[in-house]
């Protein structure tokens, strides 16, 4: 059996360059993993099963696991079964990527448990065909992402950091928040520019979707100004929402409204070697 951490990510900056002829929207992004982390328990098994900590997940085969597993079998000729439990910590529709690193950290844990393992870059290229924000995972925690989120430039590690998340009740299903976007009405921001100045220490921080996200649900605007009266530096949507990560020292207590979901984590990278 292997037993391996799934960690979620944040978007320390997202921008959406244009929308593309087959449906998915340019993007140029830094991807950070944190210390939010679900956990995966995988062995070979007579039959494939999954079973979740939280009832709420699916485990049926639109399961993202089972979309990485079966690519998997597929590319590698591999016949085996496996027996997967998750651990669920990261929430679900909160833009943490929780599914996408779910994928990706089943990928890694059969490709370890094959008799003929195949290269990490692989592996990383095969599971662009799971998500867009899978290959991500296969970087050292810290990465430059373009394209539809699947051109990945892993970069070095970012100071450490401590990082607040908060969710509010609501969810929000991704294609829905790109699906509102304008990009006609985003500041037209150079992301080369925005990821020099963020690597020199002049962090700026800004999602491209937060603006849609809040059009689709109006009460977010409510819930980020409570966050940022809290007296966090910096309070941002992470992906397509509906999670916020807030940096810096918090000045006030935490009032009932955010006893919802709330997680203090800190930026993690890997050795290439290893997986998180
Ligand atoms: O790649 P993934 O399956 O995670 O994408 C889910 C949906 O999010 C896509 O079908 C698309 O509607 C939207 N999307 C997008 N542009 C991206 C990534 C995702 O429009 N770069």
Same mark, same amino acid.
């Given at each position: 059996?292997?037993?391996?951490?799934?960690?979620?990510?944040?978007?320390?900056?997202?921008?959406?360059?244009?929308?593309?002829?087959?449906?998915?929207?340019?993007?140029?992004?830094?991807?950070?993993?944190?210390?939010?982390?679900?956990?995966?328990?995988?062995?070979?098994?007579?039959?494939?099963?999954?079973?979740?900590?939280?009832?709420?997940?699916?485990?049926?085969?639109?399961?993202?696991?089972?979309?990485?597993?079966?690519?998997?079998?597929?590319?590698?000729?591999?016949?085996?079964?496996?027996?997967?439990?998750?651990?669920?910590?990261?929430?679900?529709?909160?833009?943490?990527?929780?599914?996408?690193?779910?994928?990706?950290?089943?990928?890694?844990?059969?490709?370890?448990?094959?008799?003929?393992?195949?290269?990490?870059?692989?592996?990383?290229?095969?599971?662009?065909?799971?998500?867009?924000?899978?290959?991500?995972?296969?970087?050292?925690?810290?990465?430059?992402?373009?394209?539809?989120?699947?051109?990945?430039?892993?970069?070095?590690?970012?100071?450490?950091?401590?990082?607040?998340?908060?969710?509010?009740?609501?969810?929000?299903?991704?294609?829905?928040?790109?699906?509102?976007?304008?990009?006609?009405?985003?500041?037209?921001?150079?992301?080369?520019?925005?990821?020099?100045?963020?690597?020199?220490?002049?962090?700026?921080?800004?999602?491209?979707?937060?603006?849609?996200?809040? *059009?689709?649900?109006?009460?977010?605007?409510?819930?980020?100004?409570?966050?940022?009266?809290?007296?966090?530096?910096?309070?941002?949507?992470?992906?397509?929402?509906?999670?916020?990560?807030?940096?810096?020292?918090?000045?006030?207590?935490?009032? *009932?409204?955010?006893?919802?979901?709330?997680?203090?984590?800190?930026?993690?990278?890997?050795?290439?070697?290893?997986?998180?």
């Amino acid at each position: 059996m292997i037993s391996l951490a799934s960690p979620a990510k944040i978007n320390l900056f997202l921008r959406i360059l244009r929308r593309r002829s087959d449906g998915y929207h340019e993007l140029a992004s830094l991807f950070q993993t944190i210390s939010l982390c679900d956990r995966l328990h995988v062995s070979l098994s007579e039959v494939d099963e999954l079973h979740c900590s939280d009832a709420s997940v699916p485990t049926c085969r639109k399961n993202l696991i089972w979309k990485a597993v079966d690519l998997y079998r597929q590319k590698s000729g591999n016949r085996f079964c496996v027996k997967i439990d998750l651990e669920k910590n990261i929430p679900m529709q909160a833009g943490l990527g929780g599914g996408s690193s779910n994928a990706a950290t089943a990928l890694w844990a059969v490709n370890s448990l094959a008799k003929t393992p195949v290269s990490m870059s692989e592996l990383q290229a095969w599971s662009a065909e799971v998500g867009s924000d899978v290959p991500f995972f296969f970087s050292s925690g810290t990465a430059y992402c373009t394209g539809r989120g699947e051109q990945v430039q892993t970069l070095p590690s970012l100071a450490p950091q401590e990082v607040w998340i908060f969710k509010p009740k609501g969810g929000l299903p991704t294609p829905a928040v790109y699906q509102q976007l304008k990009v006609e009405d985003l500041i037209p921001r150079d992301p080369i520019a925005c990821l020099d100045e963020f690597l020199a220490g002049k962090e700026s921080y800004f999602n491209d979707l937060e603006a849609p996200a809040i *059009q689709l649900m109006p009460s977010l605007t409510g819930f980020k100004a409570a966050l940022s009266s809290l007296g966090f530096q910096h309070v941002l949507m992470s992906g397509s929402g509906t999670a916020f990560f807030c940096i810096g020292e918090r000045k006030k207590s935490m009032p *009932q409204e955010f006893k919802d979901f709330h997680q203090s984590a800190c930026f993690i990278n890997r050795r290439l070697i290893e997986w998180y």
